[in-house]
């Protein structure tokens, strides 16, 4: 006997829930608020574990009870039943036993959120700032950054935060341009990104490791493609990753595609991005000017690009699957050297890097070409197609090969 479309249509959602629910049990998920990695997250699943826990009861209860009246008082020509309007003891009741629910709940809520807007135990301080559609991060040489981190210039990433381990860092979350939301779910709950406004997020990882984020704040055209990623090392790793961004750059030698792409990088990228110590050819210091260009006023500085495994807002590895998933899934004693190593020829993702040198409206939705859907005073939005020929792409490869 066919079924009725109703029971079709019943069967079919609770597949989807069943699978939604499956989904949701994955093994070691990146974004997974399940298995926190640092003592804020870890404030935040011990509350959600009995919170959840007492949510699923009820849901229980109240389902249940549903499907009794559903079966059991169904309509069969029957008199209406009893009604229980009146009845001030069952009233109360259903009324307080919630409202003693919601207590229970509201008391350990309301001081894991207190707990976790602290901020006056924090050990070091890094800007973090979102913008169609990348994070941003200064670290100041200012304060404990300088004394007791080595911080003694200002050091610009984009799409990998790197801090030390069992460390209380403190970040200033702002924005550029609209209302974006910083997430890493291992290691703390969201913090908005406002323009104009400056939110406190304390940050700390338990041991080494990449966690993965996204921002949760719609955003935008690319906003699926907003990530970031928190990388914690152990403090003489750390220590080793702040001596090499602060380390001096270096130009290619002469002759090589490196050298060539040096030039090109200084003819079509550097009104843009920021290579620290690049020079023109009277040995005077390019620097970048995007407010002329962008709209944001910002692009990522790229001065040491293949120490990071990521670019484009942390949407695309550096790293081919291979070697990624060996500095992923390094253990504790060796992650740190391998994240260290930085990005190899070998292990560079050349098919994603080089379609985005080549179109990055078209891998990345920017609204780059200022001709068209908004009025941005002949500013970009985001990275524009610079029309570049195969072997011009083949030579800022190589350049960026060597920005470590």
Not at 55 to 83: C, H, K, N, T, W
Not at 257 to 262: H, R
Not at 265 to 280: A, D, K
Not at 306 to 317: L, Q, S, Y
Request: aromatic residues 8%; proline residues 6%; charged residues 20%.
């Amino acid at each position: 006997m066919n079924k009725s479309p109703r029971r079709r249509i019943m069967a079919a959602v609770g597949l989807m829930a069943g699978l939604v629910f499956l989904a949701g049990c994955a093994k070691d998920a990146p974004q997974d608020t399940w298995q926190p990695a640092g003592p804020n997250a870890e404030q935040i699943d011990n509350l959600q574990q009995p919170v959840f826990l007492v949510a699923g009861i009820v849901g229980i209860i109240v389902f249940l009870a549903v499907a009794f009246v559903v079966i059991r008082y169904r309509d069969r020509g029957q008199s209406i039943p009893e009604q229980t309007h009146g009845k001030p003891a069952l009233e109360v009741t259903l009324t307080v036993i919630p409202v003693l629910i919601l207590i229970g709940v509201a008391i350990p809520t309301a001081g894991t959120i207190f707990d976790l807007a602290k901020t006056d135990d924090t050990e070091m301080v890094i800007n973090v700032t979102g913008q169609q559609w990348w994070w941003e991060y200064d670290y100041p040489s200012t304060g404990a950054n300088a004394e007791s981190y080595g911080v003694v210039d200002p050091i610009v990433t984009s799409g990998q935060l790197v801090i030390p381990e069992n460390t209380k860092v403190l970040l200033r979350v702002t924005s550029r341009d609209v209302i974006h939301s910083y997430w890493i779910p291992k290691l703390n709950g969201k913090k908005d990104g406002v323009p104009g406004r400056v939110h406190l997020l304390r940050l700390e990882g338990s041991k080494p490791g990449i966690y993965a984020g996204q921002c949760t704040e719609f955003c935008g055209l690319s906003h699926a493609y907003m990530r970031m990623e928190t990388v914690v090392l152990n403090r003489a790793d750390f220590d080793a990753w702040v001596a090499n961004q602060l380390k001096p750059y270096e130009s290619p030698a002469e002759g090589t595609l490196a050298a060539e792409g040096e030039s090109l990088f200084i003819q079509q990228c550097s009104r843009c991005h920021q290579v620290n110590g690049l020079t023109n050819a009277d040995g005077a210091p390019i620097i970048a000017a995007p407010e002329q260009y962008m709209v944001s006023g910002a692009a990522p500085n790229l001065t040491h690009l293949m120490t990071r495994n990521t670019f484009a807002g942390a949407a695309w590895d550096l790293l081919t699957p291979e070697c990624r998933d060996d500095v992923w899934n390094a253990n504790t004693e060796e992650f740190g050297a391998r994240y260290l190593a930085g990005v190899s020829a070998e292990c560079l993702n050349q098919k994603d890097l080089r379609e985005w040198l080549r179109n990055a409206p078209e891998k990345k939705p920017m609204y780059a070409d200022p001709t068209k859907l908004q009025a941005t005073d002949g500013k970009y939005r985001g990275m524009p197609a610079l029309g570049l020929t195969e072997d011009q792409i083949d030579a800022l490869v190589a350049y960026l090969l060597e920005r470590k």
